[in-house]
């Protein structure tokens, strides 16, 4: 099961976080830039991210493009976005689809296969996926995460200030919405649990609120987290261990800005397309050695 | 503007239902299945979208093209959508883009050039923006529309039966989640009210929910709404009047598969494309002669 292959592969990389593929093409270095004489070009994103893939490929177990920076240079950045998918899938990757897809009825089903099914163009493993319309509008989603053994996270808390605008309301069964939203999640996924203990359908809980996962993390204790807001947001790796469980599994902590865009602040740096992959790795093992030895520090029954 | 156009278009065609394009591959009628003997192409998708808007395209003001099922065909598929946004500007109809995105910060930013932008490939008047992450999120479709002089409606009440589940909670303020939502779009429309008395920052508002559109309309008297759910969803003519203002203005009612697919129902089809565009069109009439006529009935100062 891809939630098993998940578990094993962060327990064998002892990786729990992993990277945001978000090419901002004015933070992109000059060498990549330069390549079109700074005309924002699809082709040379794609030779961006291969590269960011290269040079992380063995120490993570997943990458999450995210599709608004390749939607932006339209359908060829759709067609970019899935060679970008595919490659990963060639360097052995799990790929989160971070989307934020949704709609009602058949609509939502369109969007489950063209993101999640084998049958479509992207076939990524997990897709993130927006709640606001409610739980008929997820179910789509489960149905092809459960028949194709792919994976969802559903936005339940996410890492922007005005997330708990929505996410704070009361419903009618008096919980908050987050928390209703955790307990919807964790009844999805008990249709899957893995031999991992683990669920693939997901949920997207933000570093930036840690009292707020603590809680999450005990409504869904076999869902695993997406966690955004690492960071360049804010949170840090003590924040993020809420989102855990005592195992130090649990949770996917992801980082875009904080690893593709700090070459910019690196003296050293030559300027060079090299240096650059180096400079993205490097920053991939700081994040690792910073979550992971606070996972060692604080999860009592630490698997890995 | 934008929004004047788009009343002035609706007095002189006395019509405020519009066509949602929705390309349901086992929908469309044989004569178009068969041009690729029954394999689903994105290239008859667009044949049929133009054949579409040519049969409406005088008596309708706006079409409202659907992309999950454009991105069903991938990178492909996103094309045929840039196309037939193109296909019905030159027809010079007004195109609502259904697509619901959303994110935070620079990601929202990349969606709405993406979407909206003149820079962007797709460049339609109106995008559908969900509000689950917060108005934070809302804030960089409304820059752009503000500056490029375009619009936004955010889902504030959809036409699905889970819809109450997030839109009925009650926020800090203890607002309704979609009256709250109504009074944020109330807000950002204020900046772009046009000589209409209407502003482009709108609202989707579903058919289904008479009496929350009617206390939503009281909310957001000078914005303008997308009621989806009308035929096929169960919203009727006479539901739809409360999401109109007593002018006869502020709302634009959509339908999909009560449209695109009544041929099945009609005994006198003859397999043609010819006739099928007669259906649709004598459909897209009849809808609005319900509709039209309801405003008569209802509107107290019916401006058209």
């Known amino acids: 099961m891809l939630i098993d292959d998940l578990v094993n592969e962060v327990k064998k990389k002892q990786n729990p976080c992993i990277v945001g593929l978000d ?13 079109s004489k700074s005309k924002p070009k699809p082709e040379i994103v794609l030779q961006w991210a291969k590269d960011v893939i290269d040079a992380i490929c063995d120490i993570v177990v997943a990458v999450k493009p995210q599709m608004a920076f390749y939607e932006v240079y339209g359908a060829e950045g759709y067609r970019v976005f899935e060679e970008v998918v595919a490659y990963a899938h060639l360097k052995k990757l799990i790929v989160i689809d971070d989307s934020k897809r949704n709609d009602i009825g ?11 099914s084998r049958k479509g163009t992207i076939n990524a493993d997990f897709l993130t996926v927006s709640p606001f319309l ?8 489960v149905d092809t995460a459960l028949t194709e053994d792919k994976g969802i996270f559903v936005l339940v808390k996410t890492s922007n200030p005005g997330s ?22 964790r009844a999805f996924g008990s249709q899957c649990v893995g031999a991992s203990g683990y669920s693939a359908i997901g949920a ?13 993390r005990k409504i869904m204790r076999n869902s695993y987290f997406l966690v955004p807001g690492y960071g360049a947001q804010g949170g840090s790796a003590k924040d993020v261990v809420s989102c855990f469980n005592e195992d130090g599994l ?8 904080g690893i593709l865009y700090k070459y910019s602040e690196n003296e050293e740096y030559d300027g060079s ?6 400079i993205v790795r490097m920053q991939t093992v700081k994040m690792q050695q910073e979550v992971y030895g606070m996972l060692k520090k604080y999860c009592k029954e630490m698997k890995y």
Chains 1, 2 share one sequence.
């Open 273 to 278: 397309i090299g240096m650059y992959k180096e």
């Open 23 to 35: 090419p901002e093409w004015d933070e992109l270095p000059n060498c990549y830039r330069q390549l």
């Open 164 to 185: 708990s605008e929505i996410s704070d309301a009361i419903n009618k069964k008096n919980l908050k919405i987050s928390d209703w939203l955790g307990e919807c999640v």
């Open 204 to 216: 997207v809980v933000g570093a930036t609120f840690p009292e707020e996962a603590e809680m999450l």
């Open 250 to 257: 649990g949770a996917l902590v992801s980082s875009s800005r």
């Open 106 to 116: 058949n609509t939502a089903r369109a969007y489950a296969k063209a993101h999640l």
């Open 134 to 141: 409610g739980m008929d509008s997820i179910q789509p989603f």
